[in-house]
């Protein structure tokens, strides 16, 4: 019989780096090369890239936070207090830092890329967001993975259709709740109000855009 670890209550920094166009991008790689690359079994090195990219961001946030999927497009992960976690403007530094090196990743897509068709250039178009949030969790096994599930594992989730794109102007933004902003010790200074609401719940947060508008 396989042994079951109980749920683990705990409190830390939640963080969601999202790929903004991930699935219009493969979308239309996909059915320009339905007839070429896939027909013959093989895979457009779109797919390659996308990988080394998502692998770039896990290298950049694991550690200092604790990984706990990847989601498709985009990489959760988060902090429980049991390992030191970035505070203040080491936290900013380190989605900063994720971002230059995925935007570095796309950019040298174009010295590798046997492709240039409208569908595959499209890779110049795909962006980076990120939700730093912070609050209780519960960690539990479920069908043998380590999950990590909550209210404020929803409400991060959630964040990353808000509106923040529209105050900074692209999809290139970090978005820290007040939550995290308190928890971490950020200086805001600089940063854009956002609001939000949730099931009648006001979440406040401050955005940063990570490129200029």
């Known amino acids: 019989m396989t042994t079951v670890n109980a749920p683990t209550a705990a409190s830390g920094p939640l963080v969601l780096a999202d790929i903004s166009g991930y699935t219009a991008f493969l979308q239309s790689v996909a059915s320009a090369h339905r007839d070429d690359a ?3 079994g093989a895979v457009p090195g779109a797919y390659a890239i996308l990988s080394g990219v998502l692998d ?3 290298g950049r946030l694991v550690p200092p936070f604790t990984l706990s999927k ?3 497009d985009a990489v959760f992960a988060y902090a429980d207090g049991t390992t030191s976690q970035p505070r203040g403007q080491d ?3 380190c989605i900063s830092a994720c971002y230059t090196d995925f935007r570095s990743r796309v950019d040298d897509a174009r010295a ?3 492709c240039w068709c409208d569908a595959c250039s499209r890779i110049d178009l795909l962006e980076l967001k990120f939700v730093l949030h912070a609050g209780a969790f519960v960690i539990q096994d479920i069908a043998g993975q380590r999950e990590v599930v909550g209210p404020e594992v929803v409400i991060a989730h959630r ?3 808000s509106r923040a794109a529209e105050l900074v102007g692209h999809n290139a933004y970090a978005l820290v709740t007040d939550a995290a902003t308190d928890a971490l010790d950020i200086v805001i200074e600089g940063a854009l109000e ?3 609401t949730y099931d009648d719940q006001l979440v406040s947060a401050r955005v940063f855009a990570l490129r200029p508008a």
């Open 38 to 40: 896939f027909a013959d």
């Open 56 to 58: 770039g961001i896990v």
């Open 70 to 72: 990847l989601e498709g």
């Open 91 to 93: 936290a900013l530094d």
């Open 112 to 114: 590798t890329y046997t």
């Open 159 to 161: 964040l990353l259709k």
């Open 194 to 196: 956002l609001v939000e």
